[in-house]
């Protein structure tokens, strides 16, 4: 069995025991100095992403945690959602390699962005034209400067409903993935397809990312689909689904105002509903656990 504990500058260091590691390291490690990086991913459309990515990144924020949010849609909902453009997106961190402190704008108290806009198509293009064994790795290299891995608690990663090279880079990145399922029969299809994705990406990348929560969106709790699609997630994927986002008119209306759940319904169902969620990422597994994993296939450290 391994003990791996990643640098902040995101290159893994094996070691042959949790005591070996220690003796190296220290009794901390690399503990507090790497921020825990989630990826919000589902290649279908219309699950909800943005909106769990924005509310997750402003209720953690309204914590007291530090958060960086990150759009990898050329769409640029993430800023619209939140009224706000910077004078540089993802594409100038990943293209002309900008100091992410450069490109991301502070938006709320704990909360910085880094944007995109339609130029990140032009990001694709550039990814696909370089080495097939490098292009995945960009915005690890990107994003792993020091500063980011110790100024910050969250990533969160806002991904695009396909299956692209900016996305492939995201889940090289992320630690972890949360995947928004609406509550109808495809998106379980489209759950298959995450599934089938992240386990790519450890094959093929060699990067380890785990599905951490499955997030129910959009429920309906009148209508007996919605009930047996939360009652099939919740008996494959047991405590890692989490309780449902009900449907609620006011988050549909909050990017329209340029504001956060919290600060446009702060008593609604659509607030409640995602308090508990950040509620969940707070009280499970901290961003300092994310430096030490087993192998693959090795069990974990007493």
């Not at 909106?51 to 993430?78: I, P």
């Not at 900008?98 to 990140?120: E, G, K, M, N």
């Not at 699609?229 to 329209?256: D, M, W, Y």
Request: glycine share 6%; charged share 25%; with cysteine.
């Amino acid at each position: 069995m391994f003990q791996i504990a990643v640098t902040p500058d995101g290159e893994p260091r094996h070691f042959c025991s949790l005591e070996c590691r220690t003796a190296q390291l220290g009794a901390e490690g690399y503990r507090g100095k790497r921020a825990r990086r989630i990826a919000i991913l589902n290649q279908k459309g219309g699950t909800g992403k943005t909106t769990t990515a924005v509310n997750l990144a402003a209720g953690l924020a309204e914590r007291e945690s530090d958060c960086l949010l990150v759009d990898t849609d050329a769409q640029g909902n993430v800023g619209v959602s939140l009224g706000v453009a910077g004078e540089q997106s993802l594409y100038h961190v990943l293209v002309d390699g900008a100091d992410p402190d450069d490109v991301s704008v502070p938006v709320r108290q704990h909360l910085d962005v880094i944007t995109s806009d339609s130029t990140l198509a032009a990001a694709e293009i550039w990814l696909a034209r370089q080495n097939p064994d490098q292009r995945s790795k960009i915005m690890t290299r990107r994003l792993n400067l020091m500063q980011v891995s110790r100024r910050y608690d969250y990533v969160i990663i806002d991904c695009g409903p396909s299956l692209n090279l900016l996305n492939q880079n995201a889940l090289s990145y992320a630690d972890e993935v949360i995947i928004p399922v609406t509550c109808d029969y495809l998106a379980l299809v489209g759950v298959k397809q995450v599934l089938r994705t992240v386990k790519d990406v450890e094959r093929h990348l060699r990067h380890a990312v785990r599905v951490s929560a499955v997030l129910p969106t959009f429920y309906d709790g009148r209508t007996r689909l919605a009930r047996e699609v939360l009652e099939t997630l919740q008996g494959h994927f047991k405590h890692k689904c989490l309780e449902p986002i009900r449907h609620n008119t006011r988050l549909a209306e909050a990017p329209s105002h340029k504001k956060t759940i919290f600060e446009y319904a702060p008593t609604s169902h659509g607030a409640a509903d995602y308090n508990r969620v950040c509620d969940w990422l707070l009280a499970t597994t901290s961003h300092a656990d994310a430096t030490l994993r087993p192998e693959p296939g090795a069990p974990a450290a007493a």
